[in-house]
């Protein structure tokens, strides 16, 4: 008799029944100073994610002083009234964790990672760096110093060169969104630690901010953690700042950014639509990811797969700003585009098929595989995606940054896998109309200016790429 026919053999494993998921809805709490808590106990997550939002947008910048939000948030973690910046970072590594912060349009969000059990030595040190920041003349210095070392790279890189063209195009000049985020040579220049203090004193308090926090919090007495730590943090009573509404002009236009000699060509289109608050939201995030969410969509199927024109094109809303829902005020936008690159000699071709993309989903719609696919693809998969509690802090403070409830992502799921291919199909043609979109290009303007124009998809305007 073989070794084999003596093998006892088991049944192979049934898979179990599938389990509901959702996700996390946060408990909500203030501290005496005025600032707003949401946390969200997360079990097994034993790295703990802390996220601050400060009611500092772009907006409050002083005139002149672009960029100056973003040299503060980077500021924090640069010295305390208790330790210097050498100090500071040392301490934030013996306790595992990680400070990261940045700047834009809604306001100042500092990102805190740590370990759990080193969560209130962590949590002392955040509470330091938002109730006294050192903000040294020479760590200014320095802060400035490296944003104006790192404007040249971005304006060698195409695709934030056509971010910034685009920005200027859509937005009214005197308007601060058609400004970098982080600034100018010029703006930057111009500030200085005292200047980075004024902006302090006067837009950073506990009365207007909210802290998150999410991990594993058992045994965790987390209203005493806080309590000794971001308690400490205190500050003037204040009212949120007013939000003022977005303007935007969508006049279909090409606008080439001339690169001599560029062997690619950088493509942007866009325009701005709905955010989140707009009922049409989850139908036009189905309906962009068909068009170009992933390697399956519309537009690389035909201009990657079929043509071979490029590497990837990605079709997605990103949201810009949000306004507190009230009758009658200001609404939020978001920014709906489409980017990708393809070589110099390619692009009218790649361009004139592109649109004939969209103008085709006009006439015939999405299929249900489409739909289907990207609810699978949306929906399904979320669970991965809120893996790390990082991912859900994240989720949950950019729900309060745009003025949502707090079970909204959770809504948005099921509004996503009950969308239609109908409802899908009228979302993504009303966010891409082809006679609504501003095309930049950023490539060698003596080569595709004549093949673009030639496309008829609005007037051609070369500018300068300094």
Known sequence: MTELATMEFHPRPQAGEPTLWAFPAPERGRLGSGLTLLSCDRPGQQIVAVEVLLDAPLDAEPAGLDGIATIMARAFSEGTDKHSAEEFAAELERCGATLDAHADHPGVRLSLEVPVSRLEKALGLLADALRAPAFADSEIERLVRNRLDEIPHEMASPSRRAAKELSRQLFPAGVRMSRPRQGTEETVEAIDAAAVRAFYEKHVRPATATAVVVGDLTGVDLDALLGDTLGEWTGSTAEPLPVAPITADDTGRVVIVDRPGAVQTQLLIGRTGPDRHESVWPA???????LGGTLTSRLDRVLREEKGYTYGVRAFGQVLRSAPPAPGGPTGAAMLAISGSVDTPNTGPALDDLFKVLRTLAAEGLTDAERDVAVQNLVGVAPLKYETAAAVAGTLADQVEQYLPDDYQATLYRQLAGTGTVEATAAVVNAFPVDRLVTVLVGDA?????????????????????
């Open 284 to 290: 036009q995030v189905l309906g962009t990811y068909c």
């Open 446 to 466: 003596a080569q595709i200016k004549e093949p673009v124009e030639a496309l008829n998809i609005g007037p051609v305007t070369v500018v300068s790429a300094e």
